[in-house]
Structure formats: structure tokens, C-alpha cells
């Protein structure tokens, strides 16, 4: 009979205790009020942060391009980046680093009493809840800050594994180059030469100014040869001297074995510089290889300086750009108890636990008229029989 009832039998069956319904709702939404009043409040403080993708670190120790105004930092959309920043927040290490900083706390309490969330706008948000609102907002602005000091940890640890490398290196190279040095000094004290350059330098200018030299001199002994061959036939002719003898006599004639000497002097030595060249080929091709070698040397050395000095500004202090968008405040309204939704929450919960009450009292009444009206017709037909 009960299981053949109708949604209208339901109503019914509510409607007729609604009273009881009512006084059972109240009072759950009472009891909740008065249980909120002693409750202590707890207070709940929030920080954000992130970490900017597009920031680019100046270098301090060489000429740059770069330009040292940023543009506007912004957080990285990706939530996987985010979980591992969550994932460092929550670890021991920086729990302890925080509870070291608050040891009036159990190291229990910031694992149960701190929550990290990444926001619709890819921050990270920092929670906190604790009965004293300053403490709150306290330890949530310290694990900020123990974040930033983690990454700075970090970062320095492996600049000072970098700074012993180069220093190691830096003096390799030093001891490296002075010994090339040395040595290419020697090369030029025996060969007698001041650098590959100069002396390609020199012997060119050389050879350059000995052509000149030479081209002067037979310029001048044709313009001789010229003004003899114009003097001799008229000379001959007019005193009846022999040509051999007018010429031996001219003066021009003088000068003129004097510029033939010079030539095949010039010539000479113009000869001599071509082979000392060519002698020469070799030996410059190795010191222009050992120069080479010491500008490698040189080259590598400032870039180890310059590294390392890096390494040692990035060891002594480290740069970690930590934004953080939020900083906690001490909250003035307890994040629990919440008395309005304690109330509503307890109201429902009251409304339905006396609905079902009204149902199970109506269920047990039908099978008790059931009950009692079966036993009702088995005395009948035991009357009538």
C-alpha cells in the first residue's frame, strides 16, 4: 500500500507535520548560530606572486645591445609551469625555513594551515589561516620571501661552482699565454724581427722604395742619353773632333756612369730583397701562426674574465625576480566561523533531516494501520468460519 503512494501522499505527509518541520529547521540554524559564537575566529590572509617569462637578465661585465628597459613583466600562462612553483612552496625544506622563522608554531601547522592555489590569471596565491590575524598575514608574506631567498640559494650555490671553474681556468690561460708570449719573443730575438706584420711591413716599404728609386734613376738616364745624342752630331761637325773623344769629355757623360752604377746597384738590392723574401716566407708564416695562437689566447682569456667576473657579481648577490602582485594584510573579518552560510548550511540541513523524519513517522504509521487492518479482517474470517 505505502509503496503504491503518490507524490500528493508525500506532500501531505509533510504539510500535516509542518510545524515539526519548522521548530526542527530553526533550531538546527540556532544551534549552529550559537555554536559559531564560541568558536574561536580563525583569520585567513592571502599572497600572490609570480614569476615573470619575459624578463631579461642586463649583463653588467660586457658590451651589450640589449637595452636595459623592460617591458611590462607578465606571469606564464601555463599552469604545469605554475604546479612546479606550487610543488617547491610545499616542500619541507621551505616549511621548516618558515618555521624557523615562527617557532612559537608546531612544524605541523603549516601543512595543515597553509594552502597554495594558481589563480584564473596564473598567479600564485598563498593562504593562510591562523587565530591572530598579524601572524596570518606574517607568515604568508615569509613564504614569499623564504621563496625568493630558495631560488637565490640556488642560484648562488651554482655561481660559486662556476666561479671556482673559471678562476681554475683563468689561471691555466694565464700561465698558458705568458709561456706564448715568451716563446714569441724568442722566435723574434733569434730571427732578428719585431712581428710578422712589420716585417712584411718593412721589407714591401723596402723593395717599394728601391723600385721607386730605381725608375728616378733611369728616367733621369734617358732624359741624359737624350740630350747627349742631341749634342754630339752638330759638336762633330763644327770642330771636327771625334765623336768617342766629345763624348768621353761631356760632362753628361760622367753623370750618366754614375746613374749606370747607381741602377745596377739598385737592381742588385731589389735582387737581394726578392730572395731574403723568399728566404723569409717560412719563418713569418710561423710567427704569424704563434701570433695567431696568442690572440686565440687572448681572446679566451677575456672571456674567462669577463665570466668570471659575472660569476663573482652573481655569487655575492644573486638576482631573482620574484613579482608578487598581492602582499597579505592582517584580515579584519574571521574566515571562519561564517555565521550567515553556518546559518544557511545548518538551515538545510535541519529542513531535510525533519522532511525525512516526517516521511519515516508517515511510512511507520501506514504500516501500523496495515498491521492492524490485516489482523482486523483474519478475526473476521475466522468469526464467519
Not at 719585431?194 to 733621369?220: I, P
Request: hydrophobic share 40%; aromatic share 8%; glycine share 2%.
Amino acid at each position: 500500500m505505502y509503496a503504491q503512494a503518490t507524490l500528493y501522499d508525500y506532500w501531505i505527509a509533510l504539510y500535516s507535520r509542518k510545524k515539526i518541520i519548522l521548530v526542527v529547521s530553526l533550531s538546527a540554524m540556532l544551534f549552529a548560530i550559537g555554536i559559531s559564537y564560541y568558536l574561536p575566529p580563525i583569520y585567513e590572509a592571502k599572497a600572490s606572486l609570480y614569476m615573470p617569462a619575459n624578463l631579461v637578465a642586463p649583463s653588467f661585465t660586457g658590451a651589450s645591445s640589449q637595452k636595459l628597459a623592460q617591458v611590462p613583466l607578465k606571469p606564464l600562462p601555463d599552469e604545469k609551469e605554475a604546479g612546479i612553483h606550487i610543488g617547491i612552496l610545499r616542500s619541507e625544506d621551505l616549511a621548516e625555513k618558515v618555521n624557523a622563522l615562527f617557532p612559537q608554531k608546531d612544524a605541523t601547522f603549516f601543512k595543515k594551515n597553509v594552502d597554495f592555489n594558481t589563480s584564473p590569471q596564473f598567479f600564485i596565491d598563498i593562504y593562510e589561516r591562523d587565530r591572530d590575524p598579524r601572524l596570518a598575514a606574517a607568515v604568508a608574506n615569509a613564504y614569499v620571501k623564504v621563496y625568493t631567498e630558495f631560488h637565490s640559494d640556488v642560484l648562488k650555490a651554482e655561481a660559486q661552482r662556476a666561479r671556482a671553474v673559471l678562476e681554475t681556468q683563468l689561471k691555466d690561460l694565464d700561465q698558458q699565454f705568458a709561456a706564448q708570449v715568451d716563446e714569441i719573443k724568442e722566435f723574434k730575438r733569434r730571427h732578428n724581427i719585431l712581428s710578422s706584420a712589420e716585417a712584411e711591413g718593412l721589407l714591401v716599404s723596402q723593395s717599394k722604395k728601391l723600385e721607386q728609386d730605381r725608375n728616378e734613376t733611369q728616367v733621369e738616364m734617358k732624359e741624359i742619353r737624350e740630350r747627349m745624342s742631341a749634342q754630339s752630331a752638330p759638336l762633330g761637325a763644327r770642330t771636327g773632333v771625334r765623336e768617342d773623344d766629345s763624348i768621353v769629355s761631356n760632362p753628361l757623360t760622367v753623370k750618366l756612369r754614375r746613374l749606370e752604377a747607381k741602377n745596377a746597384a739598385l737592381t742588385e738590392r731589389i735582387q737581394q730583397l726578392q730572395e731574403e723574401g723568399r728566404d723569409a716566407v717560412s719563418t713569418l708564416s710561423v710567427l704569424r701562426t704563434m701570433e695567431l695562437a696568442q690572440k686565440k689566447l687572448e681572446d679566451l682569456r677575456t672571456n674567462v674574465a669577463m665570466n668570471l667576473a659575472e660569476a663573482r657579481l652573481q655569487s655575492e648577490s644573486p638576482s631573482v625576480e620574484v613579482v608578487q602582485t598581492q602582499t597579505a594584510r592582517p584580515p579584519k573579518i574571521p574566515g571562519f566561523p561564517i555565521f550567515q552560510l553556518n546559518a544557511i548550511v545548518a538551515f538545510i540541513f535541519g529542513f531535510g533531516a525533519a522532511c525525512y523524519a516526517a516521511l519515516l513517522l508517515e511510512y511507520l504509521k501506514r504500516l501500523k494501520l496495515e498491521r492492524i487492518r490485516r489482523n482486523l479482517d483474519e478475526s473476521l474470517l475466522r468469526e464467519a468460519t
